[in-house]
Nanobody, 126 residues
Framework: QLQLVESGGGLVQPGGSLRLSCAPS????????MGWFRQAPGKEREFVAT????????AHADSVKGRFTISRDNAKNTVYLQMNSLKPEDTAVYYC???????????????????WGQGTQVTVSS
């Protein structure tokens, strides 16, 4: 069983930056495709970014492209989401997700992942 733990959320002013981290407890995530999703109050959970387990293939939602960057360090067993130029509409609970997969595969939908973290709150407000 893969347990995911997110960290790095908080309150930031518009235009600011945050870096979220996600690390599994109990085992390595080296062969897992990783993703970040977010859910704002009253809205469905939506895709933010994904990265293959090799790290060579990534995808980002159009709403965050050019501002957010997903990356991973398999040696440190951690995946990151660097968030720059934050906007109030980025306010949400951010979730890390994982699924065992092939070297360069990525996944962009909620239903494709079978492991989820508890989420970390990101609030963008002045």
């Amino acid at each position: 069983q893969l347990q995911l733990v997110e960290s790095g959320g908080g309150l930031v002013q518009p235009g600011g930056s945050l870096r979220l981290s996600c690390a599994p407890s109990g085992r390595t995530f080296r062969s897992y495709i990783m993703g970040w999703f977010r859910q704002a109050p009253g809205k469905e959970r939506e895709f933010v970014a994904t990265i293959s387990w090799s790290g060579s293939n990534t995808a980002h939602a159009d709403s965050v492209k050019g501002r957010f960057t997903i990356s991973r360090d398999n040696a440190k067993n951690t995946v990151y989401l660097q968030m720059n130029s934050l906007k109030p509409e980025d306010t949400a609970v951010y979730y890390c997700a994982a699924r065992y997969g092939s070297l360069d595969s990525i996944l962009t939908t909620v239903g494709q992942y079978n492991y989820w973290g508890q989420g970390t709150q990101v609030t963008v407000s002045s």
